[in-house]
């Protein structure tokens, strides 16, 4: 149960000095026994997880890391990720968290944009990260993941904390990533705004799954146990079979999901499932599948969202209370009411702010805003509007504050005159209760515009016709919305942080050819 406030939550703590060292020392002299980090078989109390990081700290130090220097990390979720965040942090250097399934061009590319020193790698990721220092000749050097690492002494951690501490890559949803720079300030506000989110408490244990080269996975849940002094619960990745005896043998009390994760349980046997688990906080359902899984699964608080890698942790539901229908959620805040925080704009193509009702681009003005795009000087300010971060997200706000999303402005569909958002179509189809995910992409139409093609992946034992998609949708979307043609398929294109990827879609010159021109007539009597 919820015990404390989440103003009570950090106020269990002495008051640190902004850095992530100092986060971590404070929470551990209030008992440096406590269980702070578990991976696998190893187990780390507050105190034993800050003298690894000071010695993994010594050793990079040792081969010559300084402050602004990049160390990348690429490999499967582990506890090394936390390690090397507050050792990098620690030193002044970059903590870059990198996909263990890149392919040997992403992780040259991302190699040689981020101007590593260095890459720490495990058993899987080792041989891409060798052929990737191959391709891009730079004076790089890389080293396997083990305990070698912590045989130095260890050394006093610190660093600026307004200075850039982690590079996080965007998914790359429309081409290429940026590495999004963060300061150690910006790190941990993030981790006490979730605190807030989520009401995590001392006591709560923190499932991740979710990749820690993304967003949510470091600064919501790493970030968050931090900062609530809960433990933390490192695992490899994400297994649809063993979700819940996974949290079951972990006792775990909060995760993180994401669209994806939460349709593949919902469809998974029920024989997987176990009744006996201890999890009473899931963040990052969306709304349409919230009572379904309280239903089926029993968990009690389910909170949505929206951030960006930018800006992280704007809007969320309510952690109890109802949601409007299709909202994502009001305006977050810090758990000391008094902190300024996040500020929303809704805006027309002239920046000029629309009335309440109104769709337009959402523009943020947040404390926890990136420091800027790593050697993009110029892509950085083409996202600012002096203060405010231009999301590109079209979204509509109404007289209570509650804040919808309507697309990306780059998933808007035109057809015969009108912009269909993308987005809106993915939703109201991945409601049919056979249907996993879907994309639906604008295509040439004969009639100048697009036509829509839906791309739609089924659960495994479904029959779903091509027509019975179209006819799903003829009794939920207004006649333009529709679909003129479906196309199944079990391979998804998905980003590393599992988003469909769209540009991908949207690139298969195949798409049109494989799809089924569904019978409008038909669906529509």
Same mark, same amino acid.
């Given at each position: 149960? @919820? ?13 640190? @000095? ?6 971590? #020392? ?7 026994? #406590? ?15 800050? @003298? ?5 700290? *010594? ?48 992780? +040259? ?12 790698? =495990? ?62 300030? /910006?790190?941990?506000? +993030? ?7 989520? !009401?995590? !408490? ?6 991740? %799954? ?18 609530? &002094?809960? $433990? ?20 775990? $009390? ?5 669209? +994806? ?20 906080? %899931?963040?990052?359902?969306? !709304? +349409?599948?919230? !009572? ?21 942790? %704007? ?11 299709? /909202? ?63 999301? &590109? ?17 780059? =998933? ?10 993308? *987005? ?65 398929? @079990? ?9 469909? *990827? ?9 798409? #049109? ?5 569904v019978d409008l007539v038909t669906a529509e009597q």
């Amino acid at each position: 149960t @919820d015990r404390y406030s989440s103003a009570e939550v950090l106020a269990l703590y002495r008051e640190h @000095d902004g850095t992530l060292a100092d986060l971590v #020392r404070s929470r551990a002299e209030t008992d440096s026994g #406590r269980e702070m980090l578990v991976c696998g078989e190893r187990s780390l109390s507050w105190a034993q997880a800050l @003298d690894a990081a000071g010695r993994l700290a *010594a050793y990079l130090h040792g081969r010559g890391v300084v402050a602004g220097d990049r160390v990348l990390v690429m490999g499967r979720n582990s506890d090394w990720h936390v390690l090397a965040l507050l050792a990098t942090a620690g030193l002044g250097a970059v903590f870059v968290p990198v996909n263990p399934d890149f392919k040997v061009e992403e992780a +040259a590319y991302v190699l040689r944009q981020s101007g590593a020193r260095a890459v720490l790698c =495990d058993e899987v990721a080792a041989a891409t990260a060798e052929a990737a220092r191959a391709e891009v000749d730079e004076d790089v050097w890389i080293e396997r993941l083990g305990e070698h690492l912590l045989t130095a002494e260890p050394m006093a951690l610190g660093g600026d904390p307004k200075a850039p501490c982690a590079m996080i890559y965007t998914s790359g949803t429309t081409g290429f990533p940026k590495g999004v720079l963060h300061s150690q300030q /910006s790190v941990i506000a +993030a981790g006490e705004s979730f605190v807030e989110r989520v !009401q995590l !408490q001392p006591h709560d244990r923190v499932l991740a %799954i979710l990749p820690l080269f993304h967003v949510n996975g470091l600064l919501y849940s790493v970030a968050g146990a931090l900062a609530a &002094g809960a $433990t933390l619960l490192v695992e490899p990745k994400f297994s649809a079979s063993n979700f819940w005896t996974t949290v079951t043998r972990l006792r775990a $009390t909060q995760v993180n999901m994401i669209e +994806a994760i939460s349709a593949i349980l919902l469809n998974r046997p029920e024989s997987e499932y176990v009744p006996e688990h201890g999890l009473r906080k %899931i963040y990052g359902i969306r !709304q +349409a599948s919230m !009572q379904a899984f309280r239903d089926r699964f029993g968990v009690p608080h389910l909170v949505g969202g929206y951030g960006m890698t930018e800006i992280p942790g %704007i809007l969320s539901t309510p952690y109890d209370g109802e949601t409007p229908k299709g /909202s994502m959620g009001r305006l977050c805040r810090h758990p000391d009411p008094a902190r300024p925080w996040a500020q929303c704009r809704i805006v027309d193509d002239n920046g000029t702010d629309v009335p309440d009702g109104t769709v337009g681009e959402l523009w943020v003005n947040t404390p926890i805003v990136m420091l800027g795009y790593f050697r993009e000087p110029e892509q950085t300010a083409d996202s600012f509007d002096g203060d405010w971060f231009k999301t &590109g997200d079209l979204v509509r706000r109404d007289e209570d504050g509650w804040f919808y999303f309507v697309a990306r402005k780059k =998933d808007i569909i035109r057809r015969r005159g009108e912009n269909i958002s993308g *987005a809106e179509l993915d939703r109201v189809v991945a409601e049919h209760p056979e249907i996993v995910l879907a994309a639906a992409v604008g295509v040439p139409s004969e009639m100048g515009d697009d036509d829509i093609l839906l791309v739609v992946t089924r659960r495994t034992d479904s029959q779903l016709t091509e027509q019975e998609v179209a006819d799903f949708c003829s009794t939920r979307l207004a006649r333009i919305k529709r679909p003129r043609y479906v196309v199944f398929t @079990d391979d998804m294109p998905l980003t590393p942080t599992g988003k469909v *990827a769209k540009h991908r879609l949207r690139a298969d010159a195949t798409l #049109r050819d494989r799809a089924c021109e569904v019978d409008l007539v038909t669906a529509e009597q």
